[in-house]
């Protein structure tokens, strides 16, 4: 009974302590500070699970800017003017060490990988820079993917783990393009690659409750279970390694018997192995370069693929946007015999409109943590943050934005930026899906090509709906969102239609369509025209058809 007693004092003096160090300190000059009741905790629980109304609520009576206080410190929540600062001023603003806090890629990759200039400019050159090329490679390799991992759904086909199984597809082209024809052909190491950012995810989400008590804490628990074996990166850092020592062998090989009349491969790995210091005869050599491979891994595959998927359920869940992208998808692959190009895929205008409406619904509500790195900012509506402050980017709020998306900025509209010189790549002081400024997504170039890509294959292959017949919602998981589980059904629009048609004519031949011939023309020519009798023209009207 004492020693209950007495640890019960402990635990109350620990909070006494806690409660004093962890007060909210506020400086003169500041955004208003949003009050709450309950000492030490603060706001961690509406901003855990009252996210959306909280951040609302909070806007409406603080303005753009206000700060909170969650996880035991005190957070600047960013929204319009100020958030665009962020993105303008990076000597004042560091988003590497915010993130680095609840994701310790430094410690998860402890060869290389954290060269961020370096990375950023391997994507832009590399990756978005040779888009031509690249989208070749991502055609053949995303047929492949669609056929191993679809397949052909001649009889419909219902898919649950739909990010899951398009990330398996996503990841087949860009490994190709990142280690090349032959690594890839690896199947554990397309394996390892699109598993890599699924694995470290439950990092992620793990709330930082030991912050409360002192943020190393976290970093420490989090990359404990590393140290007892549970290590996913080195599992796949000796998978890659296995199966690149060969090819790196091989290439070396080939220079030093081709010299000048070596042709080098169009891969990330050629280009690894033309920086000055690629040297595997050093120890660890090829797992620095192997971690840099993984730091591009984990910035394209995983978020090319959610891009891909938002928009998957954003389609299957609207019929009639279904059927208006197959009419584009069907001109343009007509024109070009099945073989898009980086032509075609700009042709694609209803696409791009659609994808970057479905990016702009993405729906997490705070993202892109920044810290004040200078002594300290003073935003132009005067508010000013001390320096080591932790801001946090109200994304959501700035891509519903009425002043700039217009009234009808929180419906989903497919086709809001059709002719309005606004596509999906292009990042302005509003549409911040890849950031903004300096470090804007460099690699957004590649990842809406690809996504476009995927998506006209998917179009042209199959008729895609949610089981549930409704248009379905994302996750809420606090602030962020993660894809709808629910089922996605896949049909061959081919084998679909020739069931159509059986039925349309059986019930013609029963009867019960011959007082409604207008609706028996329009359910023909749609059915026709899906079976790719591709001569008829788009444009032409069911009343003056001849039909
Ligand atoms: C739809 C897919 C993608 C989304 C939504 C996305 C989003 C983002 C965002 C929000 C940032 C932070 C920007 C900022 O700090 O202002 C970023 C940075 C970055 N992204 Fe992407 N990204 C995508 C695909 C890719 C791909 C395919 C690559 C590589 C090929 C890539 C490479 C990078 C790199 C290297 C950075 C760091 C840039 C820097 O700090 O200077 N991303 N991305």
Sequence with gaps: MIEVSSTFQLFVVFMIILYIIKRPRIGKNEPPFVPYTIPILGHTYDYLFNTKEFLKEC?????????????????????????????????????????????????LLPYGGNNVPFHAKTAREQVSGKLDIN?????????????????????????????????????????????????????????????????????????????????????????LPFKFGWNPISRHRNIVK??????????????????????PYNDLLEY????????????????????????ITFASINTTSRASVDALYDLAGRPELLNELYEEALTIDKECNGLVTLTEIQKMVKLDSF????????????????????????????????????????????LMAKESFGDDAEEFKPFRFLNRNSPATKVDRSYIVFGGGKHACPGRFFAINETKLFLHKVIMKYK????????????????????????????????????????????????????????????????????????????????????
């Design 59 to 107: 806007k409406e009576k603080y303005g753009d800017c206000f700060s909170i206080y969650i996880f035991g410190e005190v957070v600047t929540i960013l929204s319009r003017d100020s958030l665009t600062e962020v993105f303008r001023n990076h000597n004042d603003f560091d988003m590497s060490s915010a993130t680095r806090e609840t994701f310790p890629l430094n410690r």
């Design 135 to 223: 989208i070749d490679i991502a055609q053949k390799y995303l047929l492949e993917g669609m056929e191993k991992w679809i397949g052909d759904c001649n009889e419909p086909k219902v898919f649950y783990k739909t990010w899951n199984l398009v990330n398996c597809i996503i990841a087949l082209p860009i490994a190709n393009i990142l280690v090349g024809e032959e690594a890839a052909s690896h199947e554990d190491l397309v394996k390892a690659l699109g598993d890599l950012a699924f694995d470290l995810g439950p990092l992620l989400v793990i709330p930082p409750i030991l912050f409360f008590i002192h943020k190393k804490l976290h970093e420490i628990v989090v990359t």
């Design 242 to 263: 296995n199966r690149l020592s060969p090819v790196v062998e091989k290439r070396l090989k080939e220079r030093k018997e081709l010299g000048d009349n070596y042709k």
């Design 272 to 295: 690894y192995m033309n920086q000055p210091d690629f040297d595997i005869t050093k120890p660890n050599n090829l797992l620095y370069h192997i971690d840099n491979l993984f730091a």
């Design 355 to 398: 994808v970057k409406e479905s990016l702009r619904f993405g729906g997490s509500l705070i993202t892109l943590p920044h810290y004040v790195i200078s002594k300290s900012y003073t935003f132009s509506n005067g508010f000013t943050v001390p320096g080591g402050r932790m801001t946090k980017l109200y994304t959501n709020d700035m």
């Design 464 to 547: 895609v709906s949610t089981e549930s017949g409704k248009i379905e919602d994302k996750m809420l998981i606090g602030p962020s969102t993660s894809p709808s589980q629910g089922g996605l059904v896949f049909e061959n629009r081919e084998a679909a239609s020739h069931k159509d048609l059986v039925k349309l004519f059986g019930n013609f031949a029963s009867g019960s369509n011959i007082n409604n011939s207008a609706n028996f023309h329009q359910k023909l020519y749609d059915i026709v025209i899906t079976i790719k009798c591709r001569d008829i023209p788009m444009s032409m009207n069911v009343g003056n058809n001849g039909f």
